[in-house]
């Protein structure tokens, strides 16, 4: 096992036989000198977060550091819609009232996406799967061109994050948004700007935040114990307490340790 130490001013991960830097926060990345480890296999990061956890964040730092495309069905789903293609028309309506999309029309997206040049030294997958019929594909795909997935599930403690999302508050007036916790208004209860009572946005209610993280569950759970039973590895990363900063540098870990 390679373990990193403080010599270095930045982190390196090997992939998909290209070596790559990570640079730590209020750090130059630099280029290590070791010649790349030409047997790493592509990879597919498959990424899961509940509410909260930041996954969107994470999703895009790792494409960033690692030059590799984070591919979110949602993105891909809206585009369409704009485009206002036949997928597009299709969707739309049920994008519109939060409905699941029909797996076979997510799947051959998921599918075309694959086919493009840019995902062939890896790839970030964002929302997807999203059912155990999207998992059985997706796992058909990797193995008929080779890709091996590394499939890390965000995870927040429920209390964190509620506090962290109840505690909102938002100035109707001005727009401002304060944190009970984090970024009190400096009289409670009225904006600093000009003194308008602030209000609690509907979405970060308790009760409509509980039920986003137990449809979460609900629909995340199946899927898990999917890759369980096929033997895959699901790796559990805190993302409760640190900063975007500590939970990028864990999943870096995960990728090297592989
Ligand atoms: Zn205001």
């Given amino acids: 096992m390679r373990r990193t130490n403080s010599r270095t001013p930045a982190e390196f991960l090997e992939f998909g036989n290209r070596q790559v830097s990570v640079p730590k926060t209020e750090t130059r990345a ?3 000198t070791q010649p790349p480890e030409s047997s790493r ?3 597919a990061i498959v990424l899961f977060g509940s509410p909260g956890s930041g996954k969107g964040t994470q999703a895009k730092l790792l494409s960033a550091s690692l030059s590799i495309p984070q591919i979110s069905t949602g993105d891909m789903l809206r585009a369409h819609v704009r485009q206002g ?3 597009g028309t299709a969707v739309e309506s049920k994008l519109k009232a939060g409905i699941l999309v029909k797996d076979d029309v997510v799947n051959s997206l998921v599918a075309e996406r694959l086919g493009q ?9 964002d929302g997807y799967p999203r059912t155990v019929a999207q998992a059985e594909t997706l796992c058909g795909l990797l ?10 599930h965000l995870v927040v403690d429920y209390n964190v994050i509620i506090a962290r999302l109840t505690g909102r508050r938002q100035c109707p007036v001005c727009g401002t948004l304060y944190n009970l916790n984090s970024r009190a208004p400096k009289v409670p209860g009225v904006c600093d700007l000009e003194g308008a009572p602030l209000m609690v946005r509907e979405d970060d209610r308790e009760s409509v935040i509980r039920e986003r993280l137990d449809a979460y569950q609900r629909q995340t759970c199946p899927i898990l114990d999917y890759f369980r039973q096929k033997g895959e590895q699901i790796h559990d990363v805190d ?8 939970v ?3 999943i870096v870990g995960l990728i090297r340790e592989r």
Avoid: C
């Fill in 143 to 152: 193995k008929s061109r080779g890709t091996q997935e590394l499939v890390i």
């Fill in 117 to 125: 040049p840019d995902t062939a030294r890896g790839f970030i997958l």
């Fill in 85 to 87: 293609n036949a997928v």
């Fill in 248 to 250: 990028f540098r864990k």
């Fill in 30 to 32: 630099e280029r290590v």
């Fill in 239 to 246: 993302a409760s307490h640190d900063q975007p900063e500590a």
């Fill in 41 to 43: 296999a592509v990879l």
